[in-house]
């Protein structure tokens, strides 16, 4: 039988290599962009983007998982992409952008669904609803 525990563990890692790499794209936008508005928004999906980081780190322990075997495994799974930046793709790159804060909505929200499915049973009450309010604040 397929334990339900490791699969939402690896969707944990899926989701937390996401944000890592939005998080360097991010990062990379702020680097070569000056315009205060851009700025100011990339900046504000940046910090979500490393809350949410912080908190799957949450649930990982929650679960059981050694956080820093977690990070190099997601590191190792997923790999860093590199980004190439140029200013005349910043629409492109906005839409690329809001496509994931989309992404991400619907994967909490189909993550915590499977939490409550499958995992919540195997795991001690107060560390199930404790997950299950870190998904639903993400």
């Known amino acids: 039988m397929v334990d339900m525990k490791r699969v939402f563990a690896s969707l944990l890692v899926r989701v937390y290599a996401e944000e ?4 360097n794209l991010l990062g990379e936008i702020l680097l070569n962009v000056d315009d205060e508005n851009v700025w100011t ?4 999906i940046l910090k979500d983007n490393n809350i949410h980081m912080c908190m ?10 050694n956080i820093d075997e977690f990070r190099e495994s997601t590191l190792q799974k ?9 200013e005349e793709f910043i629409a492109g790159i906005i839409q690329e952008v809001l496509k994931w804060e989309r992404y991400a ?3 909490y929200s189909h993550l915590l669904k499977f939490m409550t499915e499958y995992v919540e049973g195997e795991l001690e009450t107060e560390k199930a609803e404790k997950i299950k309010r870190v998904i639903i604040i993400v």
């Not at 890592?20 to 998080?23: D, K, L």
């Open 41 to 44: 928004t990339f900046f504000e």
């Open 105 to 107: 909505y619907n994967f």
């Open 78 to 86: 997923m790999g860093i992409k590199e980004f190439e930046f140029s």
């Open 56 to 65: 799957i780190q949450g649930v990982v322990e929650l679960l059981g998982y």
């Open 20 to 23: 890592f790499n939005t998080s």
